[in-house]
Each structure stands twice: as C-alpha cells, then as structure tokens.
C-alpha cells in the first residue's frame, strides 16, 4: 500500500527556531506538492515540483521558507527563523502527470503539525 | 483564476438521510473538479474526481457527484449517510492537466447524528 510519509508528525518549538518536515512520495511519483492548512486561510499551496525542479512557490515567504527536493525520494520544507504565525498543519502530496486527465489524483500525506511558540 | 466555494461550513444530518455538500467553482475554462475528505488528524483522501469524461462521477464509500457546466457546480451527495461518514470535506479545482496545484474550498465539516 503505498503512501506519502511525513516527518515529524506533530512540531513543538519556540519562535526563532529553524524548523525541517520532511516528505517521502510515493515512488515512482515525480511531482510533490507542499500545502498548509489553518482555520483562518485554509488550505493553500506554498510550492511544488516536477522531477525535482521547483515550478512555482509564489505562495511561500521567500525570506523564511524554503523548499528542496535534494533527490527523488525525499522533499524537504524549512522555517528558519519560525514565527507564531506559522503553526499551521503542512501537508506533502505526490501524483504523476499523464497529461490526459486520466489521473489527476494528488496524494495526500499524513501532515506535519506544527506550533510555535 | 479559479476560485471553489462551499456553501456550509458545517452541515449535520440524520443516519439514513440523505447527504448533500455543495461546491460551486469559477473557471473560464473546462475544469477538473475533485472532493476529497479529511477525517480527524489525518491527511486527505480522494472520494472522486471530474475529469471530462461521465458527468455523474461515482467514489468511494457511496459517494458520487454530478458536474453541471451550466450552474457551475458539482455537488456531491450520498443517499444515506453513516456515522462513519462524519468529516470534513473539500472541494477543489484545477484547470490543468498533468497534475498541476489544486485550489480548495474552505471545507463542509459533516456530521451524522444517530
């Protein structure tokens, strides 16, 4: 049964800490995206990519956040330095383009739960 | 740019009784339309998904959904709901192929009162 796996579950640290999640696609997948979710935005995408190469993460603070695929199997999102602002749940999703339309399905990891402090 | 909208954020219906989650979409172009639900503490799950074939899409769990162009929409229903089926659900939208961001409604949190 293959799945998206996410790293830490649930995130506790205090404002100005560098926090990494990190994201396991399923294999064989070669477009990973990273959303977050909170109550008051909702869910919204902050970057994705395809075969590794970022295609768009307009929706990140690019001077806190950062996203990398450093290889196929893993993708990483960092806060550094983090802010009260940022708890929020991020979720990593994984699908792979047929460009027909006959699989379109992004899957969903687990998320990472993160508070700051 | 598109846009999804869910009318309710919170609807709550009986055991038995029909279920229905509304979603409206804005699109200058034919769509792909998804629902997905969120069940406590976990991630999402695709229920189904319009990709310009069958207009009546059927999903998981009973489930299905029915896209009108000509009202923009694409609700989805169940004809009994169960108390598993208390979660939350979203509706989102991509109007490109080849797996490209989704954007999503707010959510419809449902409850099934026994």
């Known amino acids: 049964d293959a799945r998206v796996t996410q790293t830490p579950r649930h995130k506790v640290t205090e404002m100005g800490q560098e926090v990494t999640m990190r994201c396991q696609p399923i294999?064989?997948?070669?477009?990973v995206f990273w959303y977050r979710q909170t109550m008051m935005q909702g869910l919204e995408l902050l970057a994705y990519?395809?075969?590794?190469?970022?295609?768009?993460d307009s929706g990140m603070p690019k001077d806190r956040f950062s996203a990398e695929m450093p290889d196929a199997t893993l993708a990483t999102l960092k806060i550094q330095p983090s802010e009260p602002r940022d708890s929020a749940v991020y979720f990593c999703?994984?699908?792979?383009?047929?460009?027909?339309?006959?699989?379109?399905?992004?899957?969903f990891g687990p998320g990472t739960r993160l508070l700051v402090l | 740019a598109q846009s999804v909208t869910q009318l309710g954020s919170h609807v709550s219906v009986s055991e038995g009784a029909l279920v229905l989650l509304r979603c409206n979409y804005s699109?200058?172009?034919?769509?792909?339309l998804f629902w997905y639900v969120q069940y406590p503490n976990q991630g999402l799950q695709l229920l189904l998904k319009?990709?310009?074939?069958?207009?009546l899409v059927k999903g998981i769990n009973g489930f299905e959904a029915e896209f009108k162009k000509s009202e923009t929409s694409f609700h989805l229903t169940k004809p009994s709901a169960h108390m598993s089926d208390a979660a939350e659900y979203f509706c989102?939208?991509?109007?490109?192929?080849?797996?490209?961001?989704?954007?999503f409604g707010k959510g419809t949190r449902l409850s099934v009162i026994a």
């Open positions: 294999l064989g997948h070669n477009t």
């Open positions: 699109s200058s172009v034919p769509p792909y």
């Open positions: 989102a939208v991509t109007l490109n192929s080849g797996n490209t961001p989704l954007v």
């Open positions: 319009y990709t310009s074939a069958a207009t």
């Open positions: 999703a994984s699908g792979f383009p047929t460009g027909g339309g006959a699989e379109e399905t992004q899957y």
């Open positions: 990519f395809r075969n590794r190469a970022p295609l768009d």
